[in-house]
């Protein structure tokens, strides 16, 4: 009974990883084959070669180099600025009293709760106008911003369980206020840390709309950005297409099956949390 | 306990908060708050992104007149609705059943099972879209081909193209691209369910079917409601997907709100008429996720 109970959650299981991985591997069994020797033989046919001339063309025609910088520069940048200014926020919100709090209080809340949707149009011409638009600047300046709120309120929930005992001791030290945010919370609350690099790194790596709204040039264009300009050019071309994402997509999987743990930790923390 | 041990305002610490807050609550500021004002300003004119400031027309409430009974709106709006019922309960259902199996049966290679589940939610969206355009079309895609090998010819169809099942094709895309996220947390909060229940029902006969709807859902409602509420906001926000795979069509069968809002701003430059579908689609987030955690309360 036991046994078969085991073998039937093998079976749904086993179903429901092929279900998840099939578009994946079907993409992958495409980028090696030929439009011709598609329609010819069929997508369910065994191809008699490889094509892996592909995966060059697509590298030579996508300026995908120039891509994955702009995401890399993107990307560091945005989680660089969140970091920073979060942390601040938070440990001066945990910390301190001051005037003014309630009014940060109450603009971290609405940040929590808008939708990106109710900015960006007028943010788009507010960009235009201070002479931004052109350059990478309006998508990290935007993620930092959007991203503070949420990025406070996963921090303060740690910061506040730090016994008040070790950061008091710190200051009758004389340790000036930077030194015990440093040395003494910033290690404590690493794990929220690295969960929040996480969250904020693959939100602003794979994020679409505002970098489609934002960057209008093709040399500041990201990678989900390019690929999209470059399926425009190749639309019925789909093993062009095929191994153009797969170029772009193993680089993540990588990433992902090395910090997949702190990956799925960081991302369940920030649900659980926020 | 906390409130006690602070500081008083002005007791040592001078302006040190006001420097650890104020460069990130500035950004914050001009890129997050003074837009909100200014949609809402703009949606009362007839600005097209354009003419001089100073020569904006104000127009009172005519934008929002156009939105309400133009078809665009209601159609976009039928399918957002479509998208939240599909998105609050068939991924939930999938991702509670798989992290239920996950974690209380005796299968080996439990990570590599979360690992697998979880893998499209580390994909961007255009990398997804390009995957299901290759599933869906109509010559060479893998649905089609695999439906004419088992004899179910009739079936074939092109199926982004066909107005009967874009939209559910766009759902079933969906469905698969949301339900490993739930998994993953629905897994660490069925690990967190005490264990000792479990081994209670076991040993007052119970069997797991039995379990689960005693035992491991109502641990879990808290999280249960998380869920479901990110969901629901998602589903009234959902963007990429439909701009990358159909554009709304075919005619307005696959038209949601925030690709309304975005040919209207972006494409057509009718920017008051843009920020006025804004603030009705922010009104609807904000109502629709009011309204659920009432109910939560309430239950």
């Known amino acids: ?274 | 306990m906390l409130k006690t041990k602070l500081r008083k305002k002005g007791t040592g610490f001078g302006v040190i908060p006001y420097v650890f807050v104020f460069p990130g609550m500035l950004l914050f500021f001009l890129i997050a708050v003074v837009p909100i004002f200014q949609t809402i300003v703009l949606s009362f004119t007839d600005w097209n992104g354009v003419t001089a400031l100073d020569k904006i027309n104000f127009i009172g409430i005519d934008n929002y007149k156009t939105i309400i009974s133009g078809q665009e709106f209601m159609a976009a709006l039928k399918n957002n609705i479509i998208w939240a019922v599909v998105s609050v309960t068939i991924p939930i259902a999938i991702g509670l059943i798989q992290a239920s199996v996950i974690v209380n049966s005796n299968v080996k290679f439990k990570n590599l099972f979360q690992l697998l589940l979880f893998l499209p939610q580390i994909l961007s969206s255009m990398i997804m879209s390009i995957m299901w355009l290759a599933i869906y079309d109509p010559a060479s895609g893998v649905l089609n081909a695999v439906l004419e090998v088992i004899g179910l010819d009739s079936l074939v169809r092109p199926w982004l193209g066909d107005k009967d099942t874009a939209i559910y094709a766009l759902l079933v895309m969906s469905i698969w691209m949301a339900y490993g996220f739930n998994t993953i947390i629905y897994c660490t909060a069925i690990r967190a369910v005490d264990q000792t229940m479990y081994e209670a029902a076991t040993l007052d006969g119970a069997n797991s079917l039995q379990a689960f709807f005693r035992i491991t859902i109502p641990s879990i409602s808290k999280t249960t409601t998380t869920l479901l509420l990110l969901s629901l906001i998602g589903a009234f926000k959902v963007f990429d997907v439909v701009y990358q795979m159909t554009k709304g069509g075919p005619g307005y069968y696959t038209y949601v709100i925030s690709y309304y809002l975005y040919q209207t701003a972006f494409t057509s430059n009718k920017i008051g008429l843009g920020c006025a579908i804004a603030v009705l689609l922010s009104i609807l987030v904000f109502v629709v996720s009011r309204v659920f955690l009432r109910l939560r309360k309430e239950d």
């Not at chain 1, 949707?117 to 052109?134: D, H, Q, R, S, T």
């Not at chain 1, 709120?149 to 303060?156: A, G, I, W």
């Open chain 1, 1 to 274: 009974m036991k046994k078969a109970k085991t073998a039937g959650a093998y079976v749904f299981l086993i179903i429901s990883c092929f279900f998840t991985i099939f578009p994946m591997l079907f993409m992958l069994t495409l980028s090696l084959r030929t439009k011709v020797d598609i329609i010819k033989e069929g997508v369910l046919s065994i191809p008699e070669k490889l094509h892996f001339e592909n995966y060059i063309k697509a590298w030579e025609t996508g300026h995908f180099s120039t891509y994955f910088s702009n995401s890399i520069i993107i990307s560091v940048i945005s989680v660089v600025g969140v970091l920073i200014f979060a942390t601040l926020i938070a440990y001066a919100m945990t910390y301190y009293n001051f005037r003014g709090k309630g009014l940060v209080n109450a603009l971290i809340l609405i940040g929590l709760i808008i939708p990106f949707e109710i900015v960006i149009i007028p943010l788009f011409y507010n960009m235009k106008a201070v002479g931004l638009l052109g350059t990478r600047a309006p998508v990290y300046l935007t993620h930092i911003a959007l991203n503070i709120p949420f990025s406070v309120f996963l921090l303060k929930g740690f910061i506040k369980d730090i016994p008040t005992a070790l950061v008091e001791s710190a200051r009758i030290d004389g340790a000036p206020e930077l030194t015990v945010l440093r040395k003494i919370v910033v290690p404590i609350i690493k794990p929220a840390l690295v969960s929040v690099i996480i969250l904020i790194f693959m939100w602003t790596w794979n994020d679409f709309m505002l970098s489609n709204i934002m960057l209008g040039e093709d040399n500041i264009r990201t990678l989900p950005l390019g690929l999209s300009f470059f399926k425009g050019k190749f639309t019925r071309d789909i093993p062009l297409t095929s191994a153009a994402s797969t170029i772009i997509m193993t680089p993540v999987l990588l990433v992902y099956l090395a910090f997949q743990k702190y990956m799925i930790k960081g991302l369940s923390m920030g649900a659980v949390k926020g």
